[in-house]
């Protein structure tokens, strides 16, 4: 139930084969144009008033990262005044299969989830639901800033007599601008490099093995690792839309996809978002790589999520 990954596509289905090698690509035009978005017009960059140059240095960048194996395969399209520009498919979306790269590949959102959680929690805003200074205790009792701590060094990862008690209150905005005190666990792949960082991601890892099942026992237990700074004191990337993603629930009366379905998702047609994939789409998704750092070598991609194995 966690808010950390959803697959989107464009929301007309590609129906003809586009993409190439993974050195090569589908040009802006030919196949492309009976592929990408069906239904839109087509102009010229001059006939939309935009610059070709520009465009056509994107599309070799593109071309390039794909051909280096920077990237095993990507789309794009760009609009403008409701008429497609531009729109190529590049590479495969496995790189055992070689399965080409479709305009209708799913892909994991992954952290830009956040931004659909976002325009849900501003709807209940809107509706006049809550506020955005509202206490998170208002909603989530496990947030009461007398149950909170604020960690004296990045070591602690429990309550401890020389933790202070936070002297303000952590609020929905402070969710919202990663201000609230919480913090991350390490990049996917990476080492923890402190023992706050391991606690997070021991976290994580009872999330994914069901130990925590819930994103209501999910944000208790976020609740009990000490903060890292006084809510509203600084920036720090974190999991506060996770506990978004709670509030939404809390306020809705709603599991939040089936809240982010019927407020955000179905209204802007976005037909292929989704928390886990429906019977029948497996094969639309890519594999996922991780690409090493410092690495410019044809074999500088790790698989991670294989897509004819992955839990989505």
């Not at 069906?38 to 056509?56: H, I, Q, S, Y």
């Not at 994103?215 to 006084?230: F, H, I, N, V, W």
């Not at 991609?301 to 004819?308: E, F, N």
Request: aromatic share 6%; charged share 25%; net charge negative.
């Amino acid at each position: 139930a966690v808010v950390v990954a959803i697959m989107t596509s464009p929301p007309h289905p590609a129906t003809a084969a586009e993409g190439g090698a993974a050195d090569g690509c589908s040009p802006s035009g030919g196949e492309a144009r009976g592929a990408a978005l069906p239904g839109r017009p087509w102009a010229t960059a001059e006939e939309v008033g935009m610059d070709p140059g520009p465009l056509d240095e994107l599309e070799e960048q593109f071309r390039r990262a794909v051909g280096n194996n920077e990237l095993p395969g990507l789309a794009y399209a760009i609009l403008r005044d409701g008429k497609v520009v531009r729109a190529s498919a590049f590479g495969v979306k496995d790189l055992d299969s070689r399965e080409p790269w479709r305009f209708d590949t799913l892909c994991r959102l992954y952290s830009m989830t956040k931004s659909v959680a976002v325009v849900g929690l501003m709807a209940l805003v809107e509706d006049g639901l809550l506020a955005l200074n509202d206490p998170v205790s208002k909603y989530l009792p496990a947030f009461r800033q007398e149950r909170l701590q604020i960690a004296h060094n990045e070591e602690v990862v429990k309550s401890d007599e020389q933790n202070a008690t936070p002297t303000r209150e952590m609020k929905i905005i402070h969710l919202l601008t990663h201000s609230s005190g919480l913090s991350y666990g390490p990049a996917m792949g990476d080492e923890s490099s402190c023992a706050s960082e391991e606690s997070y991601r021991q976290l994580m890892q009872r999330v994914d093995t069901g130990e925590v099942s819930a994103l209501g026992s999910y944000c208790d237990e976020l609740a009990k690792l000490p903060l890292r700074y006084q809510p509203g004191e600084r920036w720090e990337y974190s999991y506060s839309i996770d506990v978004v993603g709670r509030i939404m629930e809390v306020v809705s009366g709603k599991r939040l996809d089936e809240y982010l379905r019927e407020r955000v998702i179905e209204p802007l047609k976005l037909n292929d978002t989704t928390f886990s994939l429906p019977e029948g789409q497996c094969g639309r998704l890519a594999t996922f790589y991780r690409r090493r750092p410092d690495t410019n070598s044809n074999d500088s991609l790790d698989l991670v999520d294989a897509a004819a194995s992955s839990r989505w």
